[in-house]
Each structure stands twice: as C-alpha cells, then as structure tokens.
C-alpha cells in the first residue's frame, strides 16, 4: 500500500473545525498551523468555504460568535428536525427566555430591572441562565444593594447563530425600564416570585 497523501493547511483547518466545539477564531488557527499572520489563516477558511460551496455536502462554514463553525446546511433542515424529535432537547423556558431578551437588548442590567420589566421575581431564571452559561455576572450596579450587573455571553451568540450583538433583530420603539419599586436593603426589587419554567418550552437552537 501506498502512503497517504499529506494533508493540506486547508484539510488541517477542516480537521480543527470538525473537532472544536466552540467557535474557532483566525488568531487561534494561525497559531495552531503557525502561520505568518490572521490573514492567511482567513485566506484558507476561504478556501475551504469555497470547497464546501463548490460540492453538495450537507455542511458550511460560518462566522459567528466571533469564530468559524462548520454546521449543516439549512436544505438538510427537515432530516434534522426528524433527529431532533427522536431525542431530549434542551430547551428555555418562556420566563427564561423573557428574561434573556432584556437582557441582550439593555445589557448590562441588574435583577431589579429586569424584575421591573417582568413583573415577577427572576432570581431562579437567572440562575438557570448562569448555569447555561448564556448570561454571566459583569458587574455590580452603582445604586442602593449595589446589585449583580448581567450581560450575554458568547456561549449566547453560539446559541442563537449571531456573529455579534449587532445581529440582534431589530425591535420597533425602545424598550423602557420602569424603576424599581420597593427596592430592599440588598438592592432587589420586591416583586412576585416567578411562577417557574410554565409555558411553552423554546429551544436555544444547540
């Protein structure tokens, strides 16, 4: 038998993004093929774009979330649906994902707005959106409590197939945050205890 060819700078990009699980940056691909700068590594996904866009595979690459990602084809779209019926999904609730659109369009924004926004208390949904990694903690609010600052994450662009903030759907008018009322020593907002994950479940798209 013969040796196998050498792979390709291309064919080890293609290899990298198959492997990785997050979005991989052009900084972090020319360090790994130790290539002379970022834009030789961004002139090899090119070619491997142009690779995949030139054949009728049910894969492309992508920019988002700062990164390139292979994924599939929005034309292979109904075999995936049949997949993902036959498995558990993880899913947001429709508290959740209230909490996580205030979020993506004021951030950052402490718990006592976001409360005053919902109407409920949403300590437990923020705990599930921590513990999802699509929110984190950036800050403290310089106000009575000093409370916890939020904003999105990467892992929140990934989910929803953004390149960055700036692909957020555009919203008519501006959303507005009442203050909070009933502020307490700690700086939360005396509000209704959300009723939980009730509802309709949405899916984060992973």
């Known amino acids: 038998m013969g040796s196998l060819p050498v792979p390709t700078p291309t064919d080890v990009v293609e290899a990298l993004l198959f492997a990785s699980d ?4 052009a900084e972090r ?5 130790d290539l002379a700068d970022v834009h030789e590594a961004r002139r090899l996904i090119d070619e491997l774009r142009a690779r995949y866009e030139a054949s009728s595979q049910g894969l ?9 990602r292979m994924i599939t084809r929005s034309e292979v779209a109904p075999w995936l649906v049949r997949l993902a019926r036959a498995r558990t999904r993880t899913r947001l609730s429709r508290p959740a994902l209230e909490a996580l659109t205030i979020i993506a369009y004021k951030q950052p924004v402490s718990r006592p707005e976001i409360d005053a926004v919902r109407g409920v208390n949403s300590e437990a949904v923020l705990d599930n959106l921590l513990e999802r ?6 800050g403290r609010k310089e106000a009575p409590g000093r409370p916890y600052l939020f904003e999105t994450t990467r ?3 990934v989910a929803f197939g953004l390149r960055d903030l700036g692909d957020l759907p555009k919203v008519e008018g501006e959303l507005v945050i009442p203050e909070p009322a009933g502020v307490a020593e700690h700086g939360e907002a005396e509000t209704q ?3 939980g994950p009730g509802g309709s479940d949405l899916a984060t798209g992973r």
């Open 29 to 33: 691909i020319r360090e790994v093929l």
């Open 155 to 157: 892992e929140f662009l």
């Open 193 to 195: 205890q959300d009723p």
């Open 133 to 138: 990694r699509l929110v984190r903690i950036t």
């Open 22 to 25: 997050t979005p991989l940056e």
């Open 60 to 68: 492309q690459i992508v920019e988002v979330g700062g990164g390139y």
